[in-house]
């Protein structure tokens, strides 16, 4: 059984910055990508980033320049460092991880950014 743990949202102002991290446990194929999407109120699911077992990576346009993904194959995990903050970058934050055509989420941590 695969499992996605999510942590690190909260509150921080414009400008601001935030690590959230996601822990991983189950048996996890090597050859998987792991990523973030986020959902804002009233909006739909937009995927953030991802990056491969072997380290490419993709970012959502909105979010080029100001977040960073990486990842720790050992231990399962995935950051997301995100930088210049702004109030549209305001969401829940779900993990994924995506093997063999499957896909699991995490349950969501919540970033709000306001002053």
């Known amino acids: 059984q695969v499992q996605l743990v999510e942590s690190g949202g909260g509150l921080v102002q414009p400008g601001g910055s935030l690590r959230l991290s996601c822990a991983a446990s189950g048996t996890i194929s090597r050859f998987n990508v792991m990523g973030w999407y986020r959902q804002a109120p009233g909006k739909g699911r937009e995927k953030v980033a991802d990056?491969?077992?072997?380290?490419?990576?993709n970012y959502a346009d909105s979010v080029k320049g100001r977040f960073t993904i990486s990842r720790d194959n050992a231990k399962k995990t995935v950051s997301l460092q995100m930088n210049s903050l702004k109030p549209e970058d305001t969401a829940v934050y779900y993990c994924?991880?995506?093997?063999?055509?499957?896909?699991?989420w995490g349950k969501g941590t919540l970033v709000t950014v306001s002053s």
């Open positions: 994924t991880l995506t093997f063999y055509g499957e896909e699991y």
């Open positions: 990056i491969a077992y072997g380290g490419s990576t």
